[in-house]
């Protein structure tokens, strides 16, 4: 499994961003992919997951800003990023899992029980 993430750069606040993560040898027909955060200096934080069948949640600290998306088709996971903040300046990572039924796509996001996870990418934040 490769998971690599691309669209990241520097955002001024209040602005968007999209970030976008394409999969490949990933074959689960029931899955949670997501996206987490590590800020210098600060503990990694789960943003946002989505399943298979479409269900997403999200960190309270992003909900109404930040939209998870997939295109099954193209095997891409999206997270559009609206109205940054500073506190959003991170590596953002991908992650992938099987379907995690026990504790839910954003328990295993949260509790790095996610096997695969890309490189990241950068978002900084310029005010």
């Known amino acids: 499994v490769q998971l690599v993430e691309s669209g990241g750069g520097s955002v001024q606040a209040g602005g968007s961003l999209t970030l976008s993560c394409g999969a490949s040898?990933?074959?689960?027909?029931?899955?949670?992919m997501g996206w987490f955060r590590q800020g210098p200096g600060k503990e990694r934080e789960g943003v946002a997951t989505i399943d298979s069948d479409g269900t997403t949640t999200y960190a309270d600290s992003v909900k109404g800003r930040f939209t998870i998306s997939q295109d099954s088709a193209k095997n891409s996971l999206y997270l559009q990023m609206n109205n940054v903040t500073s506190g959003d300046a991170a590596m953002y990572y991908c992650?992938?899992?099987?379907?995690?039924?026990?504790?839910?796509?954003?328990?295993?996001?949260?509790?790095?029980?996610?096997?695969?996870w890309g490189k990241g990418t950068p978002v900084t934040i310029s005010s």
């Open positions: 040898g990933f074959t689960y027909s029931s899955y949670c």
């Open positions: 992650a992938a899992s099987r379907s995690a039924p026990s504790v839910g796509c954003y328990g295993a996001l949260k509790s790095a029980m996610m096997p695969y």
